[in-house]
Each structure stands twice: as structure tokens, then as C-alpha cells.
T-cell receptor, first 115, second 115 residues
């Protein structure tokens, strides 16, 4: 079974703090993604990475950055957390190749509250 | 502009009856469609998918129907069970056309199955 692990399930951070959300997958997947989920807005793509050291902006990259130094790990960084970044963050991964046909697998999510 | 639309935010169904969740899309380049199920405080899990070369795919109690001319797909759950109560996300991707195969998600439909 594919395992996507998000290291922190629940975090509370102060406005202006730097926040790191870590994600590790164990299936040697090339592609990794960060989404956020908000009520009524569904899943919105923040950043994605096709392979190590590669990154692409998604639909809502403002206020975020990412790092992919190793194939299995994809980190989401909030340089200066703000209250409107309070959300559930979901990491996902996918095998490259038949891009439109490959299922993406999600982690359990990280609930971030910025106060 | 929403490319994948789930116009019903919620649906309530009696146990044992059929649940029908609907999804519309606007991008004619989409050629692969997926349904994900999400329980509160968990990540989405893959449920069922369909390629644009088919009009139906069935997996146990779950069937997805695709009507390409109407740009519409639906998920049927028969019979519905209380454990099916969750948020269901429709997603679509295009093998070609600039989105690099990334999944575009709808906003979700919350299904409640009453005993």
C-alpha cells in the first residue's frame, strides 16, 4: 500500500511565524503535491513537484514556498504565517508516466491554526 | 473559472436507497475522471475512476457514469450505507493541454446516509 505521511497532524502557530509542513512518501513516486482544503472551496493546489529539485506553482501559491531535496520528501513552507492560512493541508503523491491515468494518493492531512 | 463543478453541496439519503452524486466539467480536454471520498480529519481516498473512452465503470456498490456530450459524470452508490457518509470530491485531468495531468477538483458534496 502507498503510504503518504504528514509529520504533523495538528499545529497551532502565531502570526508571523515560519511554519514547515513535512511530507514523506514510501512508493518512489516522482510527483508530489500540496493542497489545502477549506469548507466550500474544495481542494486547491498550492504547489507541485514533478521530481527532485523541481517545483511548479499551483493555483494558490502566494504566501507559500516548497522544497524537494529528496525524492521521498516534499516540504511546504509558510514564510510568515497569517490567519488566512488556517486550513487543512494535504500532501499527495503519484507515479509519473501516464499522468492523466494515475491515481494520486493523499496523506491524512495537517490541521494548521494560525492565531 | 471553475472547471469542475459539484453543484450540490450536500445530499441526504436513506440507508438502502441509491445515492447519486453529480459532477459537471467545462474543459473538453479532460480525459480522465476520478471520485475521492473524504472523512472528517482524514485525507481523501481514491474511490473509482473512468477514462473518457468509456461511459461506465463499476466497482461493487459504486458505479460511475460519463456523458461526454453533456460533460457530465455521476457516481451511483447502491445500496447506500451509513458508512458511506462522507464528502465526495469529483476530479478531472487532461493528458494534454497544459495542465500537465494535474487533477482539478470540484468543491465536494457531503453525503449523509441515514439509518
Amino acid at each position: 500500500d502507498v503510504k503518504v505521511t504528514q509529520s504533523s497532524r495538528y499545529l497551532v502557530k502565531r502570526t508571523g511565524e515560519k511554519v514547515f509542513l513535512e511530507c514523506v512518501q514510501d512508493m518512489d513516486h516522482e510527483n508530489m503535491f500540496w493542497y489545502r482544503q477549506d469548507p466550500g472551496l474544495g481542494l486547491r493546489l498550492i504547489y507541485f513537484s514533478y521530481d527532485v529539485k523541481m517545483k511548479e506553482k499551483g493555483d494558490i501559491p502566494e504566501g507559500y514556498s516548497v522544497s524537494r531535496e529528496k525524492k521521498e520528501r516534499f516540504s511546504l513552507i509558510l514564510e510568515s504565517a497569517s490567519t488566512n492560512q488556517t486550513s487543512m493541508y494535504l500532501c499527495a503523491s503519484r507515479k509519473a508516466g501516464n499522468l492523466a491515468g494515475n491515481t494520486i494518493y493523499f496523506g491524512e492531512g495537517s490541521w494548521l491554526t494560525v492565531v | 473559472d471553475q472547471q469542475v463543478k459539484q453543484n450540490s453541496p450536500s445530499l441526504s439519503v436513506q440507508e438502502g436507497r441509491i445515492s447519486i452524486l453529480n459532477c459537471d466539467y467545462t474543459n473538453s480536454m479532460f480525459d480522465y475522471f476520478l471520485w475521492y471520498k473524504k472523512y472528517p480529519a482524514e485525507g481523501p481516498t481514491f474511490l473509482i475512476s473512468i477514462s473518457s473512452i468509456k461511459d461506465k465503470n463499476e466497482d461493487g456498490r459504486f458505479t460511475v457514469f460519463l456523458n461526454k456530450s453533456a460533460k457530465h459524470l455521476s457516481l451511483h452508490i447502491v445500496p447506500s450505507q451509513p458508512g458511506d457518509s462522507a464528502v465526495y470530491f469529483c476530479a478531472a485531468s487532461a493528458r494534454y493541454g497544459g495542465s500537465q495531468g494535474n487533477l482539478i477538483f470540484g468543491k465536494g458534496t457531503k453525503l449523509s446516509v441515514k439509518p
